[in-house]
């Protein structure tokens, strides 16, 4: 048998592991993760009451289900009618405190709109478009105004775009210059709704804006409008608006600098219809200039052989007509670094069938030494007689590469150390490419029959892929087949253009002299072209909906 001591020396570790078990299973947790959270802040008490009438306090207090945060409360919240000392808003916790710093009008609707003020404090979850009301006299204000927001171009719903309303008395005055105090984002399906609105003339917009100022005041906003203001008498729905990217009214430059090559690049705040450039100053070397435009033709590349100057003054001009002038500051001992690259039309090692091969330089190419250039065909070195390599007329930057391609042959162009010379005197390293002409099969050709519903009127046919990326542009004006041969098996769109003006491009419009941008219309059936196929497709273009 067990001795006293033995017996309480079993007992002690007996009871150190059952403490064990037990601590250790009390320090068990729950898994960590989870959905995430988000749901926005929802409002569980107000005082006094939403929609309040012939009231008199002096704060409101607003109780939430969760802790919250104010979020760029000076640009997103707004009270109209305005007041000229503004409120003061205090978040603690769940709680919102709003306290009135000037006299309330009397028999007056207010509508204290927090845009996307209010968040929640963990995911920053936003509690949009929510509205506080109340009236100091017996009626509250509730007229409404509704409708959607399209994009022009693309014709699908956008979401989270202001819409605001201005009174027309106030619209010269504010907008574009002051953030309005009417205002609303659209959802997920492009659907807005004004509320709580009493009888006036307003001007109505809508903006998509890359800054949350609510006023249009940037060149890559878009904006939507109506041209006819709406007198609101009673509710009214099925507004539409028609988002756009607005052109520059006003020519500038947005950038312009000295690439590490010497080039000089100039930045266009808007496309021009057919720019030109000329050096003023230094004027002796504006005859050995080289200048390439973007095919936007919002950019413009500068190259000059000699670059013994400190500074250089330019003219831009449009159909030859003069634009604006500007100038560059450069260091007469400034050095710049070049190195040859090449660019090539081929994608994926793959040469289109029945293209020749483009090369494109990103140096002007002066001088091209025939000796060092090799074209294999399966590794068999051509003869330089095989083969035509030559500059393309007015672009001394590419060249076109003629041969009888053979299908399934692999190729490697080959330019040894020297093959070319830029204008300043550089030669490229050496450098390849391999490619081989792509199958006949892998491509399709699409037939539009395309039915016009008024032939007297001009239309342009827009070819996009499933990105919706403008690949073939067609202006036409009667009835028959639009052709595209050669074309990679995929999926496309087609958008036509109500071309107004006829001048065989999309126009924007100006919100400022209230004109409306070119109407489009986007055929929804989605166009899947199969591999050595023949496709036609019926394009019904629909009358031109009317502009409001």
Same mark, same amino acid.
């Given at each position: 048998m067990?001795n006293?001591?033995?017996?309480?020396?079993?007992?002690?570790?007996?009871?150190?592991?059952?403490?064990?078990?037990?601590?250790?299973?009390?320090a068990?947790?729950?898994?960590?993760?989870?959905?995430?959270?988000?749901t926005?802040?929802v409002?569980?008490k107000?005082?006094?009451?939403?929609?309040?009438?012939n009231?008199a306090a002096?704060?409101?207090?607003?109780?939430?289900d969760?802790?919250?945060?104010?979020?760029?409360?000076?640009?997103?919240i707004?009270?109209?009618?305005?007041?000229?000392?503004?409120?003061?808003?205090?978040?603690n916790k769940?709680?919102?405190?709003?306290v009135?710093?000037?006299?309330?009008?009397?028999?007056? @609707?207010?509508?204290?709109?927090?845009?996307k003020?209010?968040?929640?404090?963990?995911?920053?979850?936003?509690?949009?478009?929510?509205?506080?009301?109340?009236?100091?006299?017996?009626?509250?204000?509730?007229?409404?105004?509704?409708?959607n927001?399209?994009?022009?171009?693309t014709?699908?719903?956008e979401?989270?775009?202001t819409?605001?309303? =201005?009174?027309?008395?106030?619209?010269?005055?504010?907008?574009?210059?002051?953030k309005?105090s009417i205002?609303?984002?659209?959802?997920?399906?492009?659907?807005?709704?004004?509320?709580?609105?009493?009888?006036?003339?307003?001007?109505?917009?809508?903006?998509?804006?890359?800054?949350?100022?609510?006023?249009?005041?940037?060149?890559?906003?878009l904006?939507?409008?109506?041209?006819?203001?709406?007198?609101?008498?009673?509710?009214?729905?099925?507004?539409?608006?028609?988002?756009?990217k607005?052109?520059?009214e006003?020519?500038?430059?947005?950038?312009?600098?000295?690439d590490?090559?010497?080039k000089?690049?100039?930045?266009f705040?808007?496309?021009?219809?057919?720019?030109?450039?000329?050096?003023?100053?230094p004027?002796?070397?504006?005859?050995?200039?080289y200048?390439?435009? +973007?095919?936007?033709?919002?950019?413009?590349?500068?190259?000059?052989?000699?670059?013994n100057?400190d500074?250089?003054?330019?003219?831009?001009?449009?159909?030859?007509?003069?634009?604006?002038?500007t100038?560059?500051?450069?260091?007469?001992?400034?050095?710049?670094?070049?190195?040859?690259?090449?660019?090539?039309?081929?994608?994926?090692?793959?040469?289109?069938?029945?293209?020749?091969?483009?090369?494109?330089?990103?140096?002007?190419?002066?001088?091209?030494?025939?000796?060092?250039?090799?074209?294999?065909?399966?590794?068999?070195?051509?003869?330089?007689s095989d083969?035509?390599?030559?500059?393309? @007329?007015?672009?001394?930057?590419?060249?076109?590469l003629?041969?009888?391609?053979?299908?399934n042959?692999?190729?490697?162009l080959? =330019?040894?150390?020297?093959?070319?010379?830029?204008?300043?005197?550089?030669?490229?390293?050496?450098? +390849?490419?391999?490619?081989?002409?792509?199958?006949?099969?892998?491509?399709?050709?699409?037939?539009l029959?395309?039915?016009?519903?008024?032939?007297?009127?001009?239309?342009?046919?827009?070819?996009?892929n499933?990105?919706k990326?403008?690949?073939?542009?067609t202006?036409?004006r009667?009835?028959?087949?639009?052709?595209?041969?050669?074309?990679?098996?995929?999926?496309?769109?087609?958008?036509?253009?109500?071309?107004?003006?006829?001048?065989?491009?999309?126009? +924007?419009?100006?919100?400022?002299?209230?004109k409306?941008?070119?109407?489009?219309?986007?055929n929804?059936?989605?166009?899947?072209?199969?591999?050595?196929?023949?496709?036609?497709?019926?394009?019904?273009?629909?009358?031109e909906?009317?502009t409001?």
């Amino acid at each position: 048998m067990l001795n006293q001591k033995s017996a309480n020396f079993y007992n002690f570790f007996f009871y150190i592991f059952v403490a064990l078990v037990i601590f250790g299973c009390a320090a068990q947790q729950q898994p960590q993760g989870g959905p995430r959270d988000v749901t926005p802040p929802v409002l569980v008490k107000a005082l006094p009451a939403n929609k309040t009438r012939n009231f008199a306090a002096k704060e409101i207090n607003l109780e939430f289900d969760e802790f919250i945060k104010l979020a760029n409360q000076y640009t997103e919240i707004t009270m109209s009618p305005t007041m000229e000392k503004q409120p003061e808003y205090t978040a603690n916790k769940k709680h919102l405190r709003i306290v009135f710093k000037d006299t309330l009008k009397k028999n007056t @609707t207010y509508v204290i709109n927090f845009g996307k003020g209010i968040q929640d404090v963990n995911e920053s979850n936003v509690m949009k478009n929510f509205t506080y009301v109340f009236s100091t006299g017996p009626h509250i204000d509730s007229l409404s105004i509704s409708g959607n927001v399209n994009n022009t171009l693309t014709q699908e719903k956008e979401k989270d775009v202001t819409v605001m309303l =201005f009174p027309l008395k106030q619209d010269s005055l504010l907008f574009g210059k002051k953030k309005p105090s009417i205002f609303t984002t659209t959802d997920s399906s492009g659907n807005f709704s004004l509320n709580n609105l009493h009888e006036d003339q307003y001007r109505i917009y809508a903006l998509k804006e890359a800054s949350p100022d609510k006023i249009f005041n940037n060149d890559n906003e878009l904006i939507a409008f109506l041209k006819k203001p709406i007198n609101l008498k009673s509710d009214t729905a099925n507004i539409k608006l028609n988002l756009f990217k607005q052109f520059p009214e006003k020519f500038r430059f947005s950038e312009k600098r000295f690439d590490v090559d010497g080039k000089m690049l100039f930045v266009f705040n808007k496309a021009l219809q057919n720019p030109s450039l000329k050096i003023i100053y230094p004027a002796d070397i504006n005859n050995q200039k080289y200048v390439e435009f +973007s095919k936007t033709k919002d950019t413009a590349s500068v190259f000059v052989k000699y670059m013994n100057f400190d500074s250089i003054r330019v003219a831009v001009y449009d159909n030859n007509k003069p634009v604006d002038t500007t100038y560059l500051l450069k260091q007469k001992k400034e050095t710049f670094t070049r190195v040859f690259n090449f660019k090539y039309n081929v994608s994926n090692d793959k040469l289109k069938p029945g293209n020749d091969l483009k090369i494109t330089s990103n140096l002007p190419v002066d001088v091209i030494d025939n000796a060092q250039i090799t074209l294999k065909e399966d590794s068999i070195g051509l003869g330089s007689s095989d083969y035509t390599l030559q500059k393309d @007329t007015g672009n001394v930057k590419s060249l076109t590469l003629k041969y009888r391609w053979r299908q399934n042959a692999k190729y490697e162009l080959i =330019f040894n150390p020297g093959a070319f010379t830029d204008i300043y005197g550089d030669k490229n390293k050496f450098t +390849s490419k391999k490619f081989q002409p792509d199958k006949p099969e892998n491509y399709s050709s699409l037939t539009l029959k395309v039915t016009l519903p008024d032939t007297s009127k001009a239309y342009v046919v827009e070819l996009l892929n499933d990105q919706k990326v403008v690949l073939e542009t067609t202006p036409i004006r009667r009835n028959g087949p639009v052709v595209y041969k050669t074309i990679l098996t995929g999926k496309y769109f087609v958008r036509v253009i109500y071309d107004e003006n006829k001048n065989g491009r999309w126009d +924007s419009g100006n919100v400022h002299l209230k004109k409306q941008p070119e109407n489009t219309w986007v055929n929804e059936k989605e166009i899947t072209l199969r591999p050595n196929w023949e496709a036609e497709e019926p394009i019904v273009v629909p009358r031109e909906p009317l502009t409001p």
